[in-house]
């Protein structure tokens, strides 16, 4: 089974979106919290829960990743179009939208801020 976090950014990376300009795992780098000329993705993992009990065990992990997506300052394109973008890949790797947070503004930079919840059933 393939670390749930490497496997969404390799199906970003795939999906060859020219609005993302930098792609991060597990933290933000100092340096890249208060850069606003770029949009950034972070993705990072939430959830990783037994699933699909049966004969005293479990035979499946549920795992969850969140993935936020901080738009440059200016961003011209069309979000909507990108939110959609984004899940329906999602879903076509298998990934199921959890939760998709509505856009709103990071007070300190006003950038957008858009927030997935992503989910996936594993078996083991």
Request: avoid cysteine; proline fraction near 5%; charge should be positive.
């Amino acid at each position: 089974m393939e670390n749930p976090v490497m496997e969404i950014q390799k199906i970003l990376q795939v999906g060859n979106f020219d609005w993302l300009n930098k792609l991060y795992t597990n933290y933000l780098p100092t340096k890249a919290q208060s850069d606003t000329s770029q949009t950034i993705g972070l993705i990072i993992p939430y959830k990783d829960a037994p699933d699909r009990y049966g004969n005293d065990t479990f035979n499946a992990i549920k795992n969850g990743i969140r993935l936020t997506i901080f738009y440059k300052l200016g961003f011209k394109g069309s979000m909507t179009q990108i939110n959609i973008d984004v899940m329906q890949l999602m879903i076509k790797n298998h990934w199921r939208i959890a939760d998709s947070k509505s856009i709103y503004p990071d007070p300190d930079t006003k950038q957008s801020i858009k927030v997935f919840y992503l989910e996936k059933i594993n078996h083991i």
